[in-house]
């Protein structure tokens, strides 16, 4: 279990120390200005990009589940308390 | 608790954390950069009152429903209403900002196309809320 929760602690904190630095060490140059069209479209696309690969991952194992454990599947098995007929 | 194993959702949980981490820490730096205003940034007072905007520079200037400023240049905007509540859009520069009675609000941007651009009201403010529209033009410097 504790590797299993260091392991999640890691892989949470190699996300977020570089973001934490490619924040810090944003300049403030005079005189060069920042594109806010070419940053606040790029926000969006990044986090489209999060947000539809989280989706379809969510929705494909929704439909896994369906499809695998629905009753009619050949593969399908009673649990424990079907088996035995008592719930 | 069954005696199945645990480590897919342990998994699942760390992502998760990963994602919510980069998405805030992504949208937090966007918004950080976006809101540090440039020292130099000359000063626009726009007013919005039903159904016109008008636009104030620093030397006193004055233009109603028509704005110029210079390519290259970093304006900072103050933005007040009159009477009720107006949202200032540039859709071009994704400049977006509401007027509010009473209150003024910020926001600025830095053109670095030439041209002629849309500025409308995206907050609807009465009867002819459709055509509280303005033009911008962007000018090279020293045009």
New interface residues.
């Given amino acids: ?1 504790k590797v ?2 260091g ?3 890691v ?2 904190l ?3 120390l570089p ?2 630095q ?2 810090m060490a ?1 300049g ?1 140059t ?2 060069e ?5 070419e ?5 969006f696309y ?2 489209m990009i ?1 947000a539809f690969t ?1 989706g379809t991952v969510v929705s494909g194992m929704i439909v896994w589940l369906v499809l695998r454990f629905r009753e009619s599947n050949p593969k399908a098995k009673p649990t424990s308390y079907e088996a035995e007929g008592n719930w | 608790m069954s005696g199945h194993s ?2 897919p959702e ?2 699942y ?3 998760v ?3 919510m ?3 805030g ?6 918004e ?3 809101e ?1 205003v ?3 940034a000359k000063l626009i007072t726009v007013t919005g009152q039903q159904w016109l905007w008008t636009f104030e520079h620093e030397d006193g200037t004055k233009e109603i429903g028509e704005l110029h400023l210079e390519k ?1 240049e ?1 304006y900072r905007f103050e933005i007040h209403s009159k009477d009720v509540i107006h949202s200032f859009n540039i859709h ?4 977006l900002m509401d007027a509010v009675p009473g209150r003024v609000n910020h926001v600025w ?2 053109p ?1 196309v030439a041209g002629e651009f849309d500025i409308q009201c995206r907050e609807y403010c009465g009867l002819i809320h459709y055509n509280m529209r303005g033009t911008l033009f962007v000018e090279d410097k020293g045009a």
């Fill in positions: 279990m299993i929760i392991f999640g602690l892989l949470a190699l996300i977020v973001s934490v490619n924040v944003a403030d005079p005189g200005y920042l594109d806010r069209k940053l606040i479209w790029g926000l990044r986090l999060v989280v | 645990h480590w342990w998994i949980v760390a992502v954390i990963a994602l981490c980069y998405v820490a992504e949208a937090w730096n966007v950080r950069l976006i540090h440039p020292e130099d290259g970093a071009e520069y994704t400049v941007f830095s670095n």
